[in-house]
């Protein structure tokens, strides 16, 4: 039975300056953990029994980075299975995209995580080492721009 898990791909705008195009003013929520390779990643965890994945996906959100869904808009028409193993099992995570209401609210982490920062894609993709993370970065910020 493969390992499901869920997370929200959490992104601000920034006020752009006049001469900036819309997508410089965009920057992703990366957690680094404090466990492993302290890898970084979108806050994401396992679902609970009963559990539906949306639910798991707001929960994760508000225990590793102190977010309420109520701060958060989740976006319309994007989700992202990633399918990969995990110590010679296979996982599942599921990703929605959800937008901060308010660009200027506290991340409070938990012990789970040691870090956060907030990225512009490049920065985000550097510092998220899996390519299959790195492409769905780079499919959300292209799939962020073309709403504009």
């Given at each position: 039975m493969a390992v499901r898990a869920c997370g929200l791909i959490i992104y601000?705008?920034?006020q752009p300056a006049p001469s900036s195009k819309v997508s410089d003013s965009?920057?992703?929520l990366l957690l680094q953990?404090?466990?492993?390779?302290?890898?970084?990643t979108p806050p994401k965890g396992h679902?609970?029994?009963?559990?539906?994945?949306l639910q798991t996906a707001f929960r994760e959100t508000q225990e590793e980075a102190g977010l309420q869904a109520s701060q958060l808009t989740l976006i319309e028409?994007?989700?992202?299975e990633l399918h990969y193993p995990v110590h010679g099992k296979p996982k599942t995570v599921v990703y929605w995209l959800a937008e901060?209401?308010?660009c200027n609210t506290e991340i409070k982490l938990s012990e789970e995580h040691q870090a956060f920062q907030w990225l512009k894609l490049e920065d985000a993709c550097k510092f998220a080492e899996y390519e299959d993370m790195q492409a769905m970065l780079k499919e959300v910020h292209q799939f962020l721009c073309s709403r504009e």
């Open positions: 601000r705008r920034l965009i920057e992703y953990t404090s466990y492993g390779t302290h890898h970084w679902v609970d029994p009963g559990e539906e994945d028409g994007y989700k992202k901060m209401k308010d």
